[in-house]
């Protein structure tokens, strides 16, 4: 399977801290995603970051790519309680047109 | 939420019985897709459809049909419900260049329990 892995598959932190999540995937992509998951909700995409691209930032985010390593990263810094919620890296793969998941982080940020 | 409608979002249906899931989208996109979403696993593809008419197995498909008449329009059928399609279903949607460039956009979810 081309599904990715988070670690850790849960993550809880106290308010005010960074949060780092790791997703290791098995094949060559051209775009690696992160999406985050309220509880009972849909997925909300988060960042795309290009297989050409080393590192990206959006607001509160970081995200890294390594792609000899076939592994990424996502930071969040300063965290909130509103950040609590499951986290999730998706991959494509070449000629594609649709993502493979990951199973998660849970992160639940304690006020 | 994009404009991404599931319906129904809850249902219970027994071992053996048809079930018809239904995505609706007004946002015009190209590609549609069903995940399931099971604890352990994260989310599966079913099947996702590139255009009308037009669709594509995922990894989990068995037991699974689709169709797409309309653009804006995406149904899952299971044929016959059996307890191992017990699960939470999500719809996506993403524009004309695929999910490779482009984010995808999910519905609510509909919760599936089969007797």
């Known amino acids: 399977s081309q599904q990715g892995e988070e670690d850790p598959q849960a993550l809880s932190i106290q308010e005010g801290e960074n949060a780092t999540m790791n997703c290791s995937y098995k094949t060559s992509i051209n775009n690696l995603q992160w999406y985050r998951q309220n509880s009972g909700r849909g997925l909300v995409h988060l960042i795309l970051?290009?297989?050409?691209?080393r590192e990206k930032h959006s607001g509160r985010l970081r995200v890294t790519l390594d792609t000899s390593k076939k592994s990424s990263s996502l930071l969040i810094t300063a965290s909130r309680a509103a950040d609590t919620a499951s986290y999730f890296c998706a991959t494509d793969s070449t000629g594609a047109n649709n993502l493979f998941f990951g199973t998660g982080t849970r992160l639940t940020v304690i006020p | 939420d994009a404009g991404i409608t599931q319906s129904p979002r809850h249902k219970v249906t027994e071992t053996g019985t048809p079930v018809t899931l239904r995505c609706h989208q007004t946002e015009n996109h190209r590609y549609m897709y069903w995940y399931r979403q099971d604890p352990g696993h994260g989310l599966r593809l079913i099947h996702y459809s590139y255009g009308v008419k037009d669709t594509d197995k995922g990894e989990v498909s068995d037991g699974y049909s689709v169709s797409r008449s309309k653009t804006e329009d995406f149904l899952l059928t299971l044929e016959s419900a059996t307890s191992s399609q017990t699960s939470v279903y999500f719809c996506a949607i993403s524009g004309d260049s695929g999910s490779s460039y482009n984010e995808q956009f999910f519905g609510p979810g509909t919760r599936l329990t089969v007797l």
């Open positions: 970051i290009r297989s050409n691209e």
